[in-house]
């Protein structure tokens, strides 16, 4: 039986946002510190750890997703590079890799990989965080854009070439498009989120498939179980937290905003940053801050969990990109 294709048209207007420009405080990085090692001490407890919580926690539900914190990692598309970020910021940087060409996106397992997709040798990389040495996990791909990791550990990516969402181990095909999708990740219980920024609209894919070969996108619009939110701003990237929240960032000069949902039907967004200059990628940390790269600004800034917004946490970045978090 074809499920219902729902629209939701987002409505909510933008909330008053509070703007600094100092650093975050020495109070909310020993909070941070604080609650992410009650985090993992738990995850010890529970025997869920295993070489600094590098294998999947006994904690985990199913559906639910893993704890995400630092390290941070950042591309600097402009450098061609990695750079891996501490809790301090611009004192607490190094490149992990460089010599990269056209990185477009990154992902983290819970086994310490960090797999990057780099367009301009038609390949994905896993790289070692420890040392930043790779292995080409697969190459001769058509055109690999954004990448996510599932619960399951399963590495997707956007084929730019025909505009489809692939489970990289098999080529299969989950998703299959009119338009390019320009971002990629998942929520709780396995749901898939899909942006399209010309079209300015996310999908909530529930329970993703596997399609039939020939599958075109208007059977699959058609027939998969989605929900959409549409109506937004150049929708270009998204991530999710801990708790399956849903982040979108609304990449454009000088009025980019972020804005969140909930895990698995989107309802109404609520914004909580506004007056970003290109705002990209996003990653959220165990307390609920949200970084956020600002190419525009060359930087990276912090949406704390009561939603002030520091601008400046780490600069000097050359066309930061794609963020992402350790994963526990």
């Not at 020495?26 to 070489?51: C, D, I, N, R």
């Not at 797999?115 to 990389?125: C, D």
């Not at 791909?141 to 550990?153: H, N, T």
């Not at 489809?164 to 999708?181: E, G, K, N, Q």
């Amino acid at each position: 039986m074809r499920s219902p294709r729902d629209r939701i048209i987002l409505t909510a207007a933008p909330e008053t946002q509070k703007v600094a420009t100092r650093r975050i405080s020495s109070a909310l990085s020993a909070v941070a510190l604080s609650v992410a090692a009650a985090v993992v001490a738990a995850l010890v407890l529970a025997g869920g750890m295993s070489g600094c919580g590098r294998t999947p926690s006994s904690l985990l539900r199913q559906g639910q997703l893993p704890l995400y914190d630092f390290p941070l990692y950042v591309i600097e598309s402009g450098a061609g590079q990695i750079q891996k970020i501490g809790r301090s910021g611009n004192s607490d940087k190094k490149v992990l890799i460089s010599g990269l060409n056209n990185a477009r996106s990154m992902a983290t397992d819970v086994f310490n990989h960090l797999y990057v997709s780099e367009a301009g040798n038609n390949r994905i990389i896993k790289v070692d965080v420890n040392d930043g040495s790779y292995t080409v996990y697969k190459s001769g791909l058509a055109a690999p854009g954004p990448i996510a990791v599932d619960a399951s550990g399963e590495l997707f990516m956007v084929d730019e070439s025909n505009n489809t969402v692939v489970r990289v181990a098999d080529d299969s095909i989950f998703a299959v498009y009119s338009v390019l999708p320009t971002g990629i990740a998942f929520g709780v219980d396995g749901v898939l989120l899909v942006t399209m920024d010309s079209i300015g609209r996310v999908d909530w894919i529930r329970s993703p498939q596997a399609l039939a070969t020939g599958t075109t996108a208007a059977q699959f619009a058609a027939e998969a179980d989605i929900v959409s939110v549409t109506g937004l701003n150049t929708p270009t990237n998204l991530s999710t937290d801990n708790m399956g929240r849903v982040y979108v960032a609304e990449s454009v000069a000088g009025v980019g905003r972020l804005l969140r949902y909930h895990q698995s039907t989107p309802g109404s967004g609520t914004t909580i940053a506004g007056s970003l200059n290109f705002p990209a990628g996003m990653a959220v940390d165990p307390i609920g801050n949200t970084y956020v790269s600002e190419q525009g600004a060359s930087a990276i800034n912090i949406v704390t969990f009561d939603g002030s917004l520091y601008s400046g946490w780490t600069t000097g970045l050359l066309g930061p990109a794609d963020l992402a978090f350790t994963r526990y």
